[in-house]
Each structure stands twice: as C-alpha cells, then as structure tokens.
C-alpha cells in the first residue's frame, strides 16, 4: 500500500506513541510533538488508522406491486 506524503504525519507513525487525549505524540526520535508533524524517521503504522465508518443502508419495505 503506498501512502500519500499528506499522510505520513506524526498520527501514523510506529515511533510515536499519543500522550493522554490530547493533539501531541511523544516521538522516540524528536520527543513531544504535535500530531500532524512529520519527519524523515516516519515509518507507517497500519494498526493506528482508524478505518471510516460503515453507513448502514436503509431498511427497505417489500410492496407487491401485482395487487
């Protein structure tokens, strides 16, 4: 899979590790930095993604259309 460099941001990356709930990861290379920082130590950590949201489709009623 080959990641856009827009991604390759701090958020993502196997060499931080997100502090408490707030915009800063703490980075093993650069210390606290904030999350959309990046740098050439990135290397992508799949299992940090959070997948989007799957919309469920409506529930459909069956009408009989030959009454």
Do not use: Q, W
């Amino acid at each position: 899979m080959k990641i856009d460099k827009s991604e390759c941001i701090c958020a993502f990356c196997e060499n931080a590790v997100p502090i408490f709930d707030s915009d800063t990861v703490l980075c093993e290379k650069n210390g606290i930095v904030s999350k959309g920082y990046s740098c050439r130590h990135f290397s992508y950590d799949p299992l940090k993604r959070t997948p989007p949201r799957v919309i469920k489709s409506p529930k459909l009623d069956y009408i009989d259309i030959n009454e």
